[in-house]
């Protein structure tokens, strides 16, 4: 079809959207409850929402804003990362020290009521935004566990400041504990900066903590790979329609080549999975926990001129190994049970291989 077809062609598709517009002016009874801006809004959200794809959304300005303070790491609200899984609204991981960890809720929760509303049929968007807040205002969820136990859960929302890196030297161990809670464009850097304060060379390993940690950019996941992954080895392929097969291989590691512990869970995910992916595909470590959430999706943001914005997938990842991880997530090579710490596991693991250098076998 030619160019001009294409337009002729989307141009008589989208005539019945322009007639209803007119048929509402003309014909609503209530003319003043039109708003010609949300109205055009509404429907941007309504096409998007027929990808019946849960990490695709048009963000009107003040949800784009809102999503902008997140991927900044300062927002008002209870602190927790959500999608919509099986039709439902789902909890990827409550973030660590916020209102929502410290009211009990749990990643894989599914929300089924905001203040005693139904979220049947709500969108990602909407839930967000009713879950959000001003500080020192409260919010009830209705939640229904893993286990299938229901839960109204009362939160209080508050300032929430996302400090995504935490390092600590286990010294009686003398193992460098590294604790990762998002993927920003500076966790990179902040890791390669930390990381000077010690003196890696003398240690027996590493600890890279990645539990509940929901992910964040496609190009942070590439940069944290590669600090632990040897030079030219691949980290992540991607598929797309417009780029088809990509892959990215790191760019050299400046961490010894020691014993790798990677510890992940069901709050694990996005880029979280990427980085877990690469380091275990590559020989590099072993991942220790429980399975991982399973997004294995990339989303581009496209930006309008009103501040506005479209969130789209627009691509598939794959592990080193060629492993799809959407729907499916990330399985431990030692799985913790309900009463192990996996921190402690970690522990024994490198105590176990100290002195070991990688790439190695992860056979006992």
Same mark, same amino acid.
């Given at each position: &079809?030619?160019?001009?077809?294409?337009?002729?062609?989307?141009?008589?598709?989208?005539?019945?959207?322009?007639?209803?517009?007119?048929?509402?002016?003309? +014909?609503?009874?209530?003319?003043?409850?039109?708003?010609?801006?949300?109205?055009?809004?509404?429907?941007?959200?309504? &096409?998007?929402?027929?990808?019946?794809?849960?990490?695709?959304?048009?963000?009107?300005?003040v949800a784009y804003e809102q999503f902008n303070q997140i991927i900044?790491?300062?927002? /008002?609200?209870?602190?927790?990362?959500?999608?919509?899984?099986?039709?439902?609204?789902?909890?990827?991981?409550?973030?660590?020290?916020?209102p929502a960890e410290a009211a009990g809720m749990r990643a894989g929760?599914?929300?089924?009521?905001?203040?005693?509303?139904?979220?049947?049929? &709500?969108?990602?968007?909407?839930?967000?935004?009713?879950?959000?807040?001003?500080?020192?205002?409260?919010?009830?969820?209705?939640?229904?566990?893993?286990?299938?136990?229901?839960?109204?859960?009362?939160?209080?929302?508050?300032?929430?400041?996302?400090?995504?890196?935490?390092?600590?030297?286990?010294?009686?161990?003398?193992?460098?504990?590294?604790?990762?809670?998002?993927?920003?464009?500076?966790?990179?850097?902040?890791?390669?900066?930390?990381?000077?304060?010690?003196?890696?060379?003398?240690?027996?390993?590493?600890?890279?903590?990645?539990?509940?940690?929901?992910?964040?950019?496609?190009?942070?996941?590439?940069?944290?790979?590669?600090?632990?992954?040897?030079?030219?080895?691949?980290?992540?392929?991607?598929? /797309?329609?417009?780029?088809?097969?990509?892959?990215?291989?790191?760019?050299?590691?400046?961490?010894?080549?020691?014993?790798?512990a990677v510890l992940i869970n069901e709050g694990t995910a996005s /880029?979280?999975?990427?980085?877990?992916?690469?380091?275990?595909?590559?020989? &590099?470590?072993?991942?220790?926990?429980?399975?991982?959430?399973?997004?294995?999706?990339?989303?581009?943001?496209?930006?309008?001129?009103?501040?506005?914005?479209?969130?789209?997938?627009?691509?598939? +990842?794959?592990?080193?190994?060629?492993?799809?991880?959407?729907?499916?997530?990330?399985?431990?090579?030692?799985?913790?049970?309900?009463?192990?710490?996996?921190?402690?596991?970690?522990?024994?693991?490198?105590?176990?291989?100290?002195?070991?250098?990688?790439?190695?076998?992860?056979?006992?």
């Amino acid at each position: &079809m030619s160019l001009l077809g294409a337009q002729s062609s989307s141009s008589g598709l989208f005539a019945p959207l322009s007639q209803i517009y007119q048929y509402v002016q003309s +014909y609503f009874y209530q003319p003043e409850r039109i708003d010609d801006q949300q109205a055009v809004y509404g429907a941007l959200r309504g &096409m998007i929402e027929t990808l019946d794809d849960p990490y695709s959304e048009y963000l009107d300005p003040v949800a784009y804003e809102q999503f902008n303070q997140i991927i900044e790491g300062e927002f /008002s609200g209870v602190g927790i990362e959500i999608t919509i899984k099986d039709n439902v609204v789902t909890v990827i991981t409550p973030l660590v020290g916020t209102p929502a960890e410290a009211a009990g809720m749990r990643a894989g929760d599914r929300i089924v009521a905001i203040d005693g509303e139904s979220t049947e049929g &709500m969108s990602l968007t909407e839930a967000s935004v009713r879950i959000r807040g001003e500080a020192g205002t409260a919010v009830t969820l209705s939640v229904l566990h893993a286990d299938d136990t229901e839960e109204e859960i009362l939160i209080v929302r508050d300032l929430i400041t996302i400090s995504p890196l935490h390092l600590e030297l286990l010294e009686e161990e003398n193992i460098l504990y590294i604790q990762l809670s998002r993927f920003d464009s500076s966790v990179s850097y902040d890791l390669e900066e930390g990381l000077l304060a010690y003196d890696l060379a003398s240690l027996d390993g590493f600890i890279l903590d990645l539990r509940y940690n929901p992910g964040g950019l496609l190009s942070a996941a590439i940069s944290v790979s590669s600090l632990f992954v040897d030079r030219g080895q691949l980290i992540v392929t991607t598929e /797309s329609r417009i780029s088809g097969e990509q892959k990215y291989s790191s760019i050299g590691n400046t961490i010894p080549n020691i014993p790798l512990a990677v510890l992940i869970n069901e709050g694990t995910a996005s /880029s979280a999975e990427i980085t877990a992916g690469a380091i275990r595909d590559q020989d &590099m470590g072993v991942l220790i926990g429980a399975k991982s959430f399973g997004k294995g999706v990339v989303q581009r943001v496209f930006d309008f001129s009103d501040g506005s914005a479209l969130k789209l997938t627009t691509a598939e +990842y794959l592990t080193p190994s060629g492993q799809a991880v959407d729907g499916i997530g990330l399985t431990p090579d030692i799985e913790a049970a309900e009463d192990e710490d996996p921190v402690e596991l970690a522990i024994e693991w490198i105590a176990a291989h100290a002195g070991t250098r990688t790439p190695f076998s992860l056979d006992p």
